[in-house]
Structures are given as structure tokens and as C-alpha cells.
């Protein structure tokens, strides 16, 4: 049988440390390694922190490539307890044959206040992917939206992965300053990057934004608009494989967190394409998983993901948010 030593990425920070190990175990096991996972376990090797599976088949190509996309593990090795008369742990590398689109440094270059970590943007891009019909298609064939985009990181992690993105917001400086970053940035690292703006009744000033790179294009829409204009924010861009979001924290009351969802969550299902899946994180410390299932297959049509490892997304962000969680929901094809 197979072993494969996955190492949890290191972090500088204890915080960001400990999500990478929280996280590591279930994104492989909603990856498409997963159904070949037989036994997982966290090990020390060297000093680092990695995790030691046990396959059923050999790593294929497609395998490999995926292994390229996690968020949580930086890097992938054989593991042999011996080999011959020499006497383990070994390791031999492994590389994954996965290349970004565009330059990982898209996703950390710009900071600002209430940005996401980004390790839990892909992340989350992985499992809703991972989860929904969609889950064998390459990243450059899936579209992304994201109705809180805020400054964008989750849009430049999609657009990393090779999707098209659309975000909205109803910060107006948010949404310029995402699109100013962008072209600032092709202009940086010299890609091509086509913008046009547009106004439209009742949602105002819209950026579509072409990025050109030999001879493909990825296309960024951006819009000003509250989260029950959705479906004005993304008319004339296809409907999303995946929404991805980050809800919005310090929210006081449980009753604004309910009014948002239910604002919110019936454009989100509208929106999706049949088979999509919606992700999102929240402050968990006072609006606890249960309620919030509760909430969004009440408020919608969305099926909630909660057998394992869904159950067991729940992390400490500071000593504010000492419970953020994730949910997964399907927008379930219509039957034939």
C-alpha cells in the first residue's frame, strides 16, 4: 500500500499555524484524494508537522495535479519506512504538475483592514470545488462570484487558479480599489489587462476587466451592489459554478447576522448553476453551526454538507473570534 507524506504548510504566526493544521487533514480528505485516502495521521518528521496517509493506488497525473492546488500542505513526498537494508523514514519528493495562472503574489501583494487569510480563501475555493458537480473540471473551465468581495482576495485567488471571478460589494471603494489594484498590477508584471466601465440602473458603476496572457483571456467583472442585487450585479456574466464568501464580522446582533442570510441566501441560490455550491465562513463564538444550518435550508433550497470532516471546519481566528466555521451547500440539479 502507498504512503504519501504531506507536510503542513509552516507558518511564522502560531494563529495562522494551527488553521493550517486544523484544515490540512479534511481539504485532502474533500479533494479528489480523498476517496483513496485509507488512513490519515498527523506525524512529526525533521521537526515539521506533516501528515502520513495511507493509499489504495499509486498517485496518477490528475492526482498529482491536484495535490498542487491545496491550500494547507506545501509540499508532498513518497514516505518508506525502509528501503532495502537502510532503515527509514524516507522521503522522496513529489511534483505536483499544477501552475498557477497567474502569480501567487496576486493573492498576498495587497493588504488591508478585514482581509481573509488567504490559506482559508483557497481553502474554502477547494472544498466548495471539491463538493459540487463540478469537481473533476479543470479550474479555467469554472466561474467564481463572490457577493462580499471587500478588497478582493478571493477573486485573485480564483483568478491564480485560472478562473473567470465576479465580485461585488457595496463599499464603492472597495470595488475601485480592487479594480485599480488589478490593473496596477498587470502593468507590474507586464499582462495584459483590458478595462472597460459601464453604468447600470439601480447598481451604478461596473468594471469589466480582460486579462490577457499568451492567448487566453480571464475575465474579472466587478460591480457596486448590496447582496440582494446579485442577480443586476452579474447580468451578462454566466451563472457560477461556485460563490465563495467571507460573511461579514462584528456583528453585534443575531438578528442582522438572519437578515442578512435571508437577504442573501435565495439570490445565492438563484444565481448558482445547477450542481454549484456555495461556501462561506462566519464568526461561529455567538451564532452557533447548528442554527446556521438551520438558516440557510430554511431560507433556501441549498442542501447543508454536515457529515465528516464538514463537521469539523471549526477554528479559533484571535481571541475575538474564538469559533470560525465554514459551510458547504449544493444547489441540487433539477431532474431530468
Request: net charge negative.
Given at each position: 500500500m502507498p504512503k504519501l507524506a504531506s507536510q503542513i504548510a509552516p507558518q511564522r504566526s502560531t494563529q495562522y499555524a494551527q488553521l493550517a493544521s486544523q484544515l490540512a487533514a479534511p481539504e485532502l480528505q474533500l479533494s479528489p484524494l480523498g476517496s483513496h485516502i485509507q488512513h490519515v495521521e498527523p506525524t512529526p518528521l525533521g521537526g515539521q508537522e506533516y501528515l502520513l496517509l495511507d493509499?489504495?493506488?499509486?498517485?496518477?497525473?490528475?492526482?498529482?495535479?491536484?495535490?498542487?492546488?491545496?491550500?494547507?500542505?506545501?509540499?508532498?513526498?513518497?514516505?518508506?519506512?525502509?528501503?532495502?537494508?537502510?532503515?527509514?523514514?524516507?522521503?522522496?519528493?513529489?511534483?505536483?504538475?499544477?501552475?498557477?495562472?497567474?502569480?501567487?503574489?496576486?493573492?498576498?501583494?495587497?493588504?488591508?483592514?478585514?482581509?481573509?487569510?488567504?490559506?482559508?480563501?483557497?481553502?474554502?475555493?477547494?472544498?466548495?470545488?471539491?463538493?459540487?458537480?463540478?469537481?473533476?473540471?479543470?479550474?479555467?473551465?469554472?466561474?467564481?462570484?463572490?457577493?462580499?468581495?471587500?478588497?478582493?482576495?478571493?477573486?485573485?485567488t480564483g483568478l491564480m487558479l485560472g478562473m473567470e471571478v465576479a465580485g461585488s460589494d457595496e463599499d464603492r471603494q472597495a470595488i475601485d480599489g480592487t479594480a485599480q489594484f488589478l490593473q496596477q498590477y498587470g502593468k507590474e508584471q507586464r499582462i495584459g489587462i483590458n478595462v472597460r466601465t459601464e453604468s447600470l440602473k439601480n447598481i451604478g458603476k461596473r468594471w469589466w476587466i480582460d486579462i490577457k496572457q499568451g492567448g487566453t483571456v480571464q475575465r474579472c467583472l466587478l460591480s457596486r451592489a448590496d447582496v440582494g442585487d446579485g442577480a443586476q450585479a452579474l447580468h451578462g456574466f454566466k451563472k457560477p459554478h461556485l460563490i465563495v464568501t467571507d460573511l461579514p464580522y462584528g456583528i453585534q446582533h443575531n438578528g442582522e447576522l438572519i437578515s442578512l442570510l435571508k437577504n442573501a441566501l435565495p439570490v445565492w441560490e438563484g444565481l448558482l448553476d445547477e450542481g454549484g455550491a456555495l461556501a462561506f465562513s462566519w464568526d461561529a463564538t455567538r451564532f452557533p453551526r447548528e442554527d446556521m444550518i438551520a438558516q440557510v435550508e430554511t431560507i433556501s433550497g441549498l442542501r447543508v454538507l454536515d457529515e465528516a470532516p464538514y463537521n469539523t471546519l471549526t477554528h479559533q481566528v484571535d481571541r475575538v473570534i474564538k469559533r470560525r466555521d465554514v459551510i458547504v451547500a449544493l444547489r441540487n440539479e433539477s431532474p431530468n
Open positions: 493509499l489504495d493506488q499509486p498517485l496518477d497525473d490528475a492526482l498529482l495535479h491536484e495535490l498542487g492546488t491545496l491550500a494547507m500542505t506545501s509540499a508532498h513526498f513518497e514516505f518508506f519506512d525502509r528501503l532495502g537494508d537502510v532503515e527509514g523514514p524516507l522521503l522522496r519528493p513529489l511534483t505536483p504538475s499544477f501552475q498557477p495562472t497567474l502569480p501567487p503574489d496576486i493573492v498576498t501583494a495587497r493588504r488591508y483592514k478585514g482581509k481573509t487569510n488567504e490559506m482559508l480563501t483557497q481553502f474554502m475555493l477547494n472544498i466548495a470545488r471539491h463538493s459540487s458537480a463540478f469537481a473533476h473540471r479543470p479550474w479555467d473551465t469554472l466561474r467564481l462570484y463572490d457577493p462580499l468581495a471587500g478588497g478582493g482576495t478571493t477573486l485573485f
